[in-house]
């Protein structure tokens, strides 16, 4: 065999190797997302209109990706998202979640958030606070945790307040008096 045939095998060689290697990447990144999508928790909002229940699915989906990248806590499994229009309990509940036994033996979590709470109905953000809430708590159920909470005082919205004493405005002109020194009585 002649030198340039073994290097043009050598070389061909070397490039199977490296697309087979791509393909097999891109394979098992394909294989890796299908499992991922077949194991996906099951969100269900009970919704009548198609396009939010769409958009409320994706946040939380995207919501709940997010928060198991954050705290690498796995999934519990059997976990299960329900979004309900109100949870009435003795008090109405932004989220709830209820862990479980099924009678063959297996575990399984389901979260349940509310749309409307004390006839107020929760934005897309409230929603994933009250998720993110529930996840948290479902995360950390078999662990030794401790919480340690910061309160912040919440008034009225500042359009709300009235103001009862203004301080003098320091950038405004002095009146011909105070400007000669004289005081008042």
Same mark, same amino acid.
């Given at each position: 065999?002649?030198? !340039? ?12 190797? /490296? ?5 097999? $990447? ?12 077949? !194991? ?5 909002? =009970?919704?009548?209109?198609? /396009?939010?229940?769409? #958009? #409320?699915? *994706?946040?939380? !989906?995207? %919501?709940?990706?997010? #928060?198991? %990248?954050?705290? @690498?806590?796995?999934?519990? /499994? ?11 309990? &003795? ?6 979640? *209820?862990? @479980? ?13 509310? =749309? ?8 897309? &953000?409230?929603? =994933?606070?009250?998720?993110?809430? *529930?996840?948290?708590? #479902? ?15 919440? %008034?009225?919205? $500042? ?9 003098? &405005? ?9 400007? !000669? %020194?004289?005081?008042?009585?």
């Amino acid at each position: 065999m002649s030198r !340039r045939r073994s290097k043009r095998l050598a070389a061909g060689r070397r490039w199977l190797a /490296t697309a087979g290697s791509r393909w097999a $990447a891109r394979l098992r990144r394909a294989w890796q997302a299908i499992w991922r999508r077949r !194991r996906a928790v099951p969100v269900e909002v =009970l919704v009548v209109d198609r /396009t939010r229940r769409r #958009l #409320l699915e *994706q946040e939380l !989906r995207r %919501g709940l990706h997010r #928060l198991q %990248g954050a705290l @690498g806590a796995p999934l519990p /499994t059997g976990l299960a998202i329900v979004v309900q229009q109100v949870i009435a309990t &003795d008090r109405q509940l932004a989220g709830c979640y *209820q862990v @479980g036994q099924r009678p063959d033996g297996s575990r399984f979590a389901l979260v349940r958030l509310a =749309l409307q709470v004390n006839g107020r109905r929760l934005t897309t &953000d409230e929603l =994933l606070a009250a998720l993110a809430e *529930q996840y948290v708590g #479902l995360a950390s159920r078999d662990s030794v945790s401790a919480l340690v909470s910061t309160d912040f005082e919440l %008034g009225p919205p $500042a359009e709300s307040r009235r103001l009862t004493a203004l301080r003098p &405005d320091p950038l405004a002109p002095h009146s011909i008096g105070h400007a !000669r %020194g004289e005081r008042d009585a």
